[in-house]
């Protein structure tokens, strides 16, 4: 059985940064490619950032603020968010697929492990 566990969410100011980590277990981690999304109040679940087998990653937000990484060893998938804006504030998804390539549009059908997420807030 898949578990996806997310961590290290809370609550920030802005400008703030904040690492977010998951753990994958029952899981082939990194021979297929995992993501984040997010979610706030009232708005669909919407697509953060992919990494795939290969290690290539993607951006699906129009920042470079976001970064996602991997390490293999820990099963741990990361997500290092910067200078944090009250936008951000959601839920954060980590979310793995059982297949090698991330696609773009990365949509929340294309995953089938989910965790619980992580709350971030980040006030202004």
């Known amino acids: 059985r898949v578990q996806v566990v997310e961590s290290g969410g809370g609550l920030v100011q802005a400008g703030s940064s904040l690492r977010l980590s998951c753990t994958i277990s029952?899981?082939?981690?990194?021979?297929?490619?995992m993501g984040w999304f997010r979610q706030s109040t009232g708005k669909e679940r919407e697509a953060v950032s992919c990494?795939?087998?290969?290690?290539?990653r993607y951006n699906f937000l129009d920042s470079f603020r976001f970064t996602i990484s991997r390490d293999v060893n820990k099963r741990t998938l990361y997500l290092q968010m910067n200078d944090l804006t009250p936008w951000d504030t959601a839920i954060y998804y980590c979310?793995?697929?059982?297949?090698?390539?991330?696609?773009?549009?990365?949509?929340?059908?294309?995953?089938?492990?989910w965790g619980q997420g992580t709350q971030v807030t980040v006030s202004s």
């Open positions: 990494i795939q087998n290969d290690g290539q």
């Open positions: 979310a793995a697929r059982e297949f090698i390539s991330c696609y773009s549009p990365m949509d929340v059908e294309d995953f089938q492990h």
């Open positions: 029952g899981y082939p981690f990194g021979t297929y490619a």
